[in-house]
């Protein structure tokens, strides 16, 4: 099959070569960690192997779904956990079949926060002091009353996420993408309109982040800078976990990210403002992208032609996929060859088939 545009591989910039780091990639097209819910009582499954590999290329980078680092860290039904040996012998197979294929495999660690069902141990480490009912939030039928964290509780949550990058490093992954985005924990201790605290960790932009950057340095020093990200959703609203000047947020943290030397920073775009919404806005990444000294990635609403001129205008290092990559198994061959996409089914991206909507998308070779 050829390109239809008759573009040779090398005159495409979604699939030139990157050094990140010490790692090597074949092509600038990420897998973004999406959220699954098919790893049954918070332990992956071998279902995975298949789901993770199918989306493999030699030199690709790939981000797991988000991985909770305690019991205390879950808030969704069945997403997998990295805190518990049974879990990291789990992740064993999985991080080998992508290794198998030379891909380049980076678990994302999470806490969840305030966003708990009631049907999750979460709500025993929440940020916020009052009852809310967020409205935006769909997948779960109530939300615990949350409170904030004791200045004494957050060290504690602190070494959750310090022991379960080393975790992540015993199961094999490459290295680790501490979630500070969408609305979860490290972003509501961020976001001036949801942290009210009046202590070292609320009150002005340094002490919101402080405590992200407190696991920022244990990661780093437990696991080594080169194997350490950090996503970053400045201008989002998820979760009602909005900031008043979030160009200055994007900032300050791309900035102090610099302190710690690490592999990179994944940003999400100012038009992803809500979950699953586009939208049209005047706010840019590029300051954060000429500000942070590693690598620079990019997410939200993608495509190939917005993509490669992303690429082209020196606007990021290499761009994140999610929706396009769940449906395409096989995106950056078809961004070669430039041929039409699988449309994704949203009413598959939550349920618990091991093959529903998972590992059933069909490759180009396939449809033939």
């Known amino acids: 099959m050829e390109n239809k545009s008759g573009e040779g ?18 092509h600038r097209v990420v897998l973004a960690p ?51 040996k049974e879990q990291v012998e789990a992740w064993k197979p999985i991080v080998n079949a992508v290794n198998a294929k030379g891909g380049i495999f980076f678990c994302q660690i999470w806490h969840v926060g305030r966003v708990s069902s009631t049907a999750q141990w979460a709500g025993s480490y929440l940020l916020h002091r009052q009852a809310i009912n967020i409205s935006n939030w769909t997948r779960c039928c109530r939300i615990y009353p949350p409170r904030r964290l004791t200045t004494d509780e957050i060290p504690h949550i602190v070494t959750d996420f310090w022991l379960a990058a080393r975790n992540a490093i015993e199961a094999g992954f490459d290295g680790v993408e501490i979630h500070g985005a969408h609305g979860y924990l490290i972003d509501q201790f961020m976001k001036d309109q949801v942290n009210d605290r009046t202590d070292q960790y609320g009150g002005s932009l340094e002490n919101r982040c402080r405590f992200a950057l407190e696991i920022v340095e244990a990661v780093v020093n437990e696991i080594g800078a080169d194997r350490v990200g950090f996503r970053l959703s400045p201008f989002a609203d998820y979760m009602e976990s909005g900031d008043s000047n979030p160009s200055a947020l994007g900032l300050y943290m791309a900035e102090s990210l610099n ?45 190939r032609g917005d993509g ?59 449809m033939a």
């Open 9 to 26: 591989k090398q005159d495409i910039p979604l699939l030139s070569p990157y050094k990140m780091g010490n790692f090597q990639l074949s």
């Open 34 to 84: 999406l959220t699954r819910q098919r790893s049954y009582g918070n332990v992956p499954q071998p279902h995975a192997n298949l789901y993770y590999s199918q989306r493999t290329t030699k030199g690709g980078l790939l981000i797991a779904e988000a991985t909770g680092v305690s019991d205390t860290a879950q808030g969704y039904t069945d997403t997998p956990g990295i805190w518990t």
């Open 308 to 366: 490669n001129k992303a690429l082209l205008d020196d606007q990021t290092d290499l761009v994140v996929y999610g929706r396009l990559f769940l449906a395409n198994p096989d995106l950056p061959k078809r961004f070669e060859l430039d041929v039409p996409l699988n449309k994704h089914n949203r009413e598959t991206f939550y349920i618990s088939d091991p093959v529903v909507g998972y590992t059933d998308y069909p490759f180009l070779e396939t």
């Open 259 to 303: 302190k710690y030397g690490i592999s990179y920073c994944h940003m999400v775009e100012p038009r992803m403002k809500t979950l699953a919404e586009k939208v049209e806005s005047p706010e840019s990444l590029i300051p954060m992208r000429k500000a942070f000294k590693g690598t620079f990635l990019v997410a939200g609403g993608y495509d």
